[in-house]
Each structure stands twice: as structure tokens, then as C-alpha cells.
């Protein structure tokens, strides 16, 4: 059964970082699309950052600049390096993989960012 776990969510103060991680276990043996959505509280779910097998990375406007996604295609894992955090940023944060032939989309369970002021 194909999974995605994430980790790496937290409280932080405004102005900090946090790395996410999401690792993939189940037998996947090609990815295409691996990202980092989140969803507010009475939002939702938005696309924060996304990046393709051949490394091609793709952001939200809001985030470009301080977030950056990277990924490791052999262990099929993807990060998410957040830096200066904004309260804004505060959310549930999911890691979504798309199968490079079915197209067949897993998400993760969700980890919690909390960004003080």
C-alpha cells in the first residue's frame, strides 16, 4: 500500500525556518510530480510548491523567494526548505505525488506549521 509520511511541521517564531520532509514507502516506482500543498483554517487547499522528476521546481507567488523544494528521486523524497516564516504561513501542509503513468495522485496525512508573531 502506498504511502506518504510527512514530517517536520511545527511551531515557529515569525521570521524562522522549518524543513519539511515526505518520504514514500509502498512499492512506487516512478514519480512524476511530487509538492507541498497546505490549507488554512476556513481556506482552501493551495499549492505551495511543486517540482517534477526532472528537477523543474514551480511556486506559489506567496511563498517564492523564502521556500524552496528539492527532491530525491532515488528514495523518492521530497523537502520543502521554509524560510522567513510568516504568520500567514500558518496551515496544514500536504505532501501530494503523482504517478508518472497512471497519473494516480497519493497526498500525505498533513503536518502542522505554526507561525507565531
Known amino acids: 500500500q502506498v504511502q506518504l509520511v510527512e514530517s517536520g511541521g511545527g511551531l515557529v517564531q515569525a521570521g524562522g525556518s522549518l524543513r519539511l520532509s515526505c518520504a514514500t514507502s509502498?512499492?512506487?516506482?516512478?514519480?512524476?510530480?511530487m509538492g507541498w500543498y497546505r490549507q488554512a483554517p476556513g481556506k482552501q487547499r493551495e499549492l505551495v510548491a511543486a517540482?517534477?522528476?526532472?528537477?523543474?521546481?514551480n511556486y506559489a507567488d506567496s511563498v517564492k523567494g523564502r521556500f524552496t523544494i528539492s527532491r530525491d528521486n532515488a528514495e523518492n523524497t521530497v523537502y520543502l526548505q521554509m524560510n522567513s516564516l510568516k504568520p500567514e504561513d500558518t496551515a496544514v501542509y500536504y505532501c501530494?505525488?503523482?504517478?508518472?503513468?497512471?497519473?494516480?495522485?497519493?497526498w500525505g496525512q498533513g503536518t502542522q506549521v505554526t507561525v507565531s508573531s
Open positions: 517540482v517534477t522528476s526532472g528537477g523543474s521546481p
Open positions: 509502498g512499492g512506487i516506482f516512478s514519480i512524476d510530480t
Open positions: 501530494n505525488a503523482v504517478l508518472t503513468w497512471s497519473r494516480v495522485t497519493y
